[in-house]
């Protein structure tokens, strides 16, 4: 009996051995090369060479929903702008009982500025827009095209005005058979165009517009009428006020800046474009790692730039993509971007970070040119340029790649 | 920019009863799970030895020794202690199903569903000197669900094969954030789902009336994944699904060995070896880049004494009684090939019950997790110290289906 045990205790003991023997053949040195990988969170810095190419792009300032309407030249752009009053039916009989005869009219507008500092009057044409041009010009979403239509092929001169601009309103009186003309045939109320008298004097100003917020502001038509009964005998005087319905304001610019320099403009309006496809041709980058952080950096020129020096400027900095920027034909993205405050003239450098664009540009590869492009604030009712030097043009990133398996 | 000095790992307790061991977060988590209760009483052996009603999950030449039909349904419950963290809260859940019945005089089968490995965990790593923190998550499972055959061809040679389907899935995260709060936070989620199918082989040779040797291999002979890979940024402005299909072998195959040693008719011995083959897959989830991996194996040694079988004992002789301990070396490496080790030692209790056709096994286990758990260059390496505590319950019936043993042949 004590025999059986201990041979048994021995065979325990052989088996004991060979498994040990298989744990040591099993196990091989320390090697993995498909196996363990992490996340690396690194840096990388890119000088004006990553830049791929650059454009100026313009954009079209004319407008049917431009918040001021201006008027007159300046810093290379001619302003011109029409407008319409539509709510005259009211006015052929404010009862059956009474007749309203129109005695005055005049076209009442609060001044938004006077960019010249003119001060006295300032010399306006204005022209009535012909029944048979365009109706629906208020309506157009090309306005430059619709402009042209109505001022060279339809317009009736009404009168030359010299508008005082002392006030906070000026007034610009109207022939009151234009609007008895209007209230009898609607199809004839066309609206008016506005213009420059002299058209290559150095003068602007600028009037609250139809699409102001504030509603007490916009252009009125005031009409001072007589009543009286329907056998003409005088019952009182009244005054009618009549908002205007609708504008459009058209500019025309001949600033033009080459693709030397990247120009952020207002007024004639120029945002500049930066493509990196640079970036998409470095090997540790690919659009699976995630931006952490993508800090760019320019220089201003400041002998080239024209900021007011009582002006404080915003600029954006968002992601464009096109397939022909050739042709204006730039979609911008203003979602992804970040906003930098407090320009002014003494701004030498810019600096903001732009994880979200940069992402968008690596990761975007179905478009002929993708990148930067920058807008300052404002842009359709200030008139300051600011141009960058192109070659101080850096970007620092802070990126995590998460390193795959078999890679 | 990749140096980084660790002044802090903390665990986050998120919602999602993330309560597993916090080396789960490498690969895919715990192996070496698929044990009964009454295994895990004897210090987790189970490649030889098995009673007339409990599963042998590692071996299916066990089933041979089927005589009842049955249920038998495992719960697990186990909380854990890790220095200098403190207690997670408990974790509690399903653990595994089983149905087995005899056939012939000599044969068994099986069919059921086994988790065989296990991944639910979370942590942070913080790094001083460029102001980031990493969280890492990995919870998945991989469940066997398996059709297992043992027969005894000759009186002394039990022989069993056993078919598996692997299926279960791996949500692992890492997410990347900045104490400067400009700066975007970056996050890697990837979905994972397994299809795989398993073939498991084993013997069980009685070399004498007291010893007996069994062997048990499994082979994975075909696994398929589908990897969701979502790259993206803070605030979901950015997102990026990356969707591959893939046959990397990313589970091994498995050697299981073990020898009983009858002392007595009450007193049973159990040793057993098991080793799973990782150095040989193709990937594992990642970490951190110095780590590696290597074979997993298992060392355990169990005491059973078996209860009467007779209803004229007290209940007391009629119960089961185990004991045991295990050394694992884990299949994750630090980078000067030290393996995360786990150490414990086991009790078990089995209770008879509905005029001994029935049991209730318990196992209570205490096991010690020690290794590193993230490490640099230039830096100490992070060694983390876990204690885990389990409690394991599983319900065994034994029912006379197809138990005919050539009664109406």
Known sequence: MTGTFFKSIFDVFLLVVLTIFIVQCAKTPFENENGFSGVSVDTLEFNSNVIDSVKNASVVVSSNNAIYNMVGNYKNIQNKFSLEFLSLNSLESISDTEKVTIKNADIKFYLHKDWNNIDNAVNLDVRQIAPDSIYWWNNSSVPDSIWSSIYNNSTEMISNYSLDLSGDSTLMD???NIIKDWIANPDSNNGMIFELSESNADEMISFYSYDYSDASLIPQLILECEISDTNDVYLFDSTFTIYSTCDL???????????????????????????????????????RMIINSAVVTLTIDQLKSSIGNEDTLSLYVGYFQSNSWDDEDIQYDFATGKTIENITDLTDTISISIPYV???????????????????????YDFNRIYFNKNTFNLNLVYTNFIRENE | MNKKTLILISIALFAGNLFGSIFDTYGIGRVGINYSVASAGRGYTSALYNDNKTVNFQNPASLAMTEYAGFNLGINSHFNDIDPFGSTESLVGFSYGIIKFPFTKKGGCSIGLVPIASANSTYNIESSDIGYSEQILNNGKIYSANINIGYKILPFLDVGLGYEFLTGGYNFVKDVSFVDESMVSAKLTSDLGIDGRQLSTGVILSLKDKLSFGISYSYIFDINQQIINTYSAKGNYYSLKDTTFSNDKIFPNKLDIGITYNISKKYRLNLEFLTYGFNNIDKVNPVYESGGINNYSHFGFGLEKNGENSIFDSFFEKMIFRTGCFYNNNYYHNSSDEAVVSKGITFGIGIPYNKLKSRIDLSFVWERNSGTIYEEQNIDAVNIDENVYRIQISFLTTEKWFNTKGKYR
């Open chain 1, 358 to 380: 940069i992402q968008k540009i690596i990761a975007t590869t179905d478009y002929q040119q993708n990148g930067i492009f920058i807008q300052v604030d404002n842009e359709r």
């Open chain 1, 249 to 287: 304001q058209y500019s025309e610019s001949d600033f033009e800046v080459g693709d030397d320099s990247l120009v952020a403009s207002q007024g004639a309006i120029y945002r500049p474009l930066i493509t990196l496809d640079s970036l998409r041709k470095i090997d540790s980058i690919d659009e």
């Open chain 1, 174 to 176: 109207i022939d009151v």
